[in-house]
T-cell receptor
């Protein structure tokens, strides 16, 4: 099946810093989502972004489907950004999402 | 807003018990999914359903079954719980018809002793 790799696995930031999280995938995809899992386990939708660039406040995402990667940018990080960020992809041949193992982000005041 | 609810946040069961995990969505979504999440393994798909009474196996269906009698409700059943089924269980739904954005419930943390 398709492989989804996220980097870095762990990230510690000072409040106010910027960061870039990366998601690489091994095959063509129809759909891609970014999620934030908060400390209580809830997965929150950030972006549904099979291609192109989207922005939502301090967060933005870019997917380059032809090169098989997506990037999540977090600017001016806040302590509430802490948690695990997951990338999930739906392959071109198939109808289910496959998740990466996540990037664990800790923002310290 | 899409709302996906799960019947319990925390559940403790004994080995061999039959366990039911319930998931309800309120947005008339066609597709529903059950995942389990374990440290270092990310989320893995157990079963999914495209319609009432329809089900498809995901990557790790062994030891589980599902039921979808009504469009809004998708149940995960552990016929005889075992300790290796201790995990976080997450339900999700998506609209269907080519729109596959998934929305997740809050999760059920199941411990089997």
């Amino acid at each position: 099946g398709i492989q989804v790799e996220q980097s870095p696995p762990d990230l510690i930031l000072q409040e106010g810093a910027n960061s870039t999280l990366r998601c690489n995938f091994s095959d063509s995809v129809n759909n891609l989502q970014w999620f934030h899992q908060n400390p209580w386990g809830q997965l929150i939708n950030l972006f549904y972004i099979p291609s192109g660039t989207k922005q939502n406040g301090r967060l933005s995402a870019t997917t380059v489907a032809t090169e098989r990667y997506s990037l999540l940018y977090i600017s001016s990080s806040q302590t509430t950004d802490s948690g695990v960020y997951f990338c999930a992809v739906e392959p071109g041949t198939g109808n289910q999402f496959y998740f990466g193992t996540g990037t664990s982000l800790t923002v310290i005041p | 807003d899409v709302k996906v609810t799960q019947s319990s946040r925390y559940l403790v069961k004994r080995t061999g018990e039959k366990v039911f995990l319930e998931c309800v969505q309120d947005m008339d979504h066609e597709n529903m999914f059950w995942y389990r999440q374990d440290p270092g393994l990310g989320l893995r798909l157990i079963y999914f359903s495209y319609d009432v009474k329809m089900k498809e196996k995901g990557d790790i269906p062994e030891g589980y079954s599902v039921s979808r009698e009504k469009k809004e409700r998708f149940s995960l059943i552990l016929e005889s719980a075992s300790t290796n089924q201790t995990s976080m269980y997450l339900c999700a739904s998506s609209l269907g018809g080519g729109v596959h954005e998934q929305y997740f419930g809050p999760g059920t943390r199941l411990t089997v002793t």
